[in-house]
């Protein structure tokens, strides 16, 4: 069975840092896609960053790039997106979404097959 499980959320104020950790059972992350999403109270579910089985080639949204940077632990079967410099903007319930197909990764949503439960973010000003 597939499971992606995140943790690592939280309460921090505005400028602060937080690492958010997926893991990963039921599949080797080394085979697919997995992307990172958000989705903050009334708006709708948007892509953060995304990492390639291909080569390993990260894409981040315009919004969080140069502040979060995606990384990943094969031997723990884990990825992280490391937040810093958050703003209250990015307030937000975060996801981790794997594509069992993808060898590219996009921030497009309908492509990923599982998903984790969430966890989350809150940026005090």
């Known amino acids: 069975e597939v499971q992606l499980v995140e943790s690592g959320g939280g309460l921090v104020q505005a400028g602060g840092s937080l690492r958010l950790s997926c893991a990963a059972s039921?599949?080797?992350?080394?085979?697919?896609?997995i992307g990172w999403f958000r989705q903050a109270p009334g708006k709708e579910r948007e892509g953060v960053s995304c990492?390639?089985?291909?080569?390993?080639?990260?894409y981040y949204a315009d919004s969080v790039k140069g502040r979060f940077t995606f990384s990943s632990d094969s031997a723990k079967n884990t990825v992280y997106l490391q937040m810093n410099s958050l703003k209250p903007e990015d307030t937000a319930v975060y996801y981790c979404?794997?594509?069992?197909?993808?060898?590219?990764?996009?921030?497009?949503?309908?492509?990923?097959?599982?998903w984790g439960q969430g966890t989350q973010v809150t940026v005090s000003s």
């Open positions: 979404a794997a594509d069992s197909a993808g060898r590219l990764c996009t921030l497009w949503e309908l492509t990923y097959d599982y």
């Open positions: 039921g599949f080797t992350f080394d085979d697919y896609a």
């Open positions: 990492i390639s089985s291909s080569d390993g080639s990260t």
